[in-house]
């Protein structure tokens, strides 16, 4: 008599696809896990308020330990500050620890950038008043725009628009504004060439 053996069922796919899920779960929440104990110690470090979240003062010692030990200006804490609070949509004049991933962000592709900034600066800011006024403004974009020379309009546009989006306006484009009106400038560009072409 022949014995018969019970046929064991395979696993099926899903079951492995399921445990490879919950692994890569699991690892995801030790991850966040240690990304807020992270966030939670930076702003116990600078929190010298102990309210949870990160004022001017505070934010400008983070940001200077991030630099190296070089001190931010107040104006280039205001542009983190404000950004941040630009992308969070919550305008409150502090860095919660919902914004501290994004604020440092910020900072770290200011400081990359800072470099052309001080570039073009020099080229354009004549009067080294350390603004871009209307013509200066002007000259810029139209370098920007391929040698021809933009409006007056246009250019009034960009400056009613990225002037005073990080410190009071002051009828000029700060070092902190100008990627933003470098922004706006290539997106009336864009926005241009797209109002116009026929098919």
Known sequence: MAVRHARRNRPSATVGENRMEAIRRHEQFWEELE??????KIIRKYDLSKDGKLNKEELGNMLQDLAGGEKPTEEEVVYVLKTADLIDKKIDDHIGP???????????????????IARIFDKYDKNQSGQLEF???????????????????????????ADGITQAKSG???????????ALWYSHVEGSKKCCVIS
Do not use: C, F, M
């Not at 990304?35 to 939670?40: A, F, P, S």
């Not at 000029?172 to 470098?182: M, N, P, S």
């Open 135 to 161: 013509d200066e403004l002007k000259a810029l974009l139209q370098e920007l725009n391929d040698g021809k020379e933009p409006e007056d309009n246009e250019v009034q546009e960009v400056l009613k628009h």
């Open 98 to 116: 919902e914004e501290l991933e994004t604020a440092i962000d910020i900072w770290h592709r200011y400081l990359n950038s800072k470099p052309e």
């Open 172 to 182: 000029g484009i700060t070092r902190t504004e100008l990627k933003h009106a470098i």
């Open 35 to 40: 990304k807020q104990n992270k966030i939670t």
